[in-house]
C-alpha cells in the first residue's frame, strides 16, 4: 500500500500561482509513476500531468506552460507547481499513484492509489 497527502491548496486570486505537493508514504515509492488529477464541481475527474522515477513527465495539453509536475524522490514527494491560475482552474487535486514504471494512461482507473485531495479556488 501506498499512502499519499496532499497539500498546499487554497484560495487565490486570478493570475497568482500555487505548488501542491504530494507526501506518498508506505510500501518503495521511488519506482511508482506519480500523478495529478483534478475535479472540478458537476465535472469528471481529468488528468493534468504525471511524473515517472526518472523524471519523465507527460502533462495535458490544456495545462501545458502553466502547470509543471516534478518529484524530489528523497522526499517522496511530487509537486505541482501552477501558475497564471485561472477561474476555471478551481477544483479539487487529486494525487495518484502507480506502480508501474512507465506513464502508461490518462485514465483515472488506471493509478492504483489516491490522495484525499486538496481543494484550489481561483477567484476573478
Known amino acids: 500500500q501506498v499512502q499519499l497527502v496532499e497539500s498546499g491548496g487554497g484560495l487565490v486570486q486570478a493570475g497568482g500561482s500555487l505548488r501542491l505537493s504530494c507526501v506518498a508514504s508506505?510500501?518503495?515509492?521511488?519506482?511508482?509513476?506519480m500523478a495529478w488529477f483534478r475535479q472540478a464541481p458537476g465535472k469528471e475527474r481529468e488528468f493534468v500531468a504525471a511524473?515517472?522515477?526518472?523524471?519523465?513527465?507527460y502533462h495535458a495539453n490544456s495545462m501545458k506552460g502553466r502547470f509543471t509536475i516534478s518529484r524530489d524522490n528523497a522526499r517522496n514527494t511530487a509537486y505541482l507547481q501552477m501558475n497564471s491560475l485561472t477561474p476555471e482552474d478551481t477544483a479539487v487535486y487529486y494525487c495518484?499513484?502507480?506502480?508501474?514504471?512507465?506513464?502508461?494512461?490518462?485514465?483515472?482507473?488506471?493509478?492504483?492509489?489516491w490522495g484525499q485531495g486538496t481543494q484550489v479556488t481561483v477567484s476573478s
Open positions: 511524473v515517472t522515477w526518472d523524471e519523465d513527465s
Open positions: 495518484a499513484a502507480d506502480p508501474r514504471p512507465r506513464i502508461g494512461s490518462t485514465m483515472t482507473s488506471y493509478y492504483l492509489f
Open positions: 508506505g510500501r518503495t515509492f521511488n519506482k511508482h509513476v
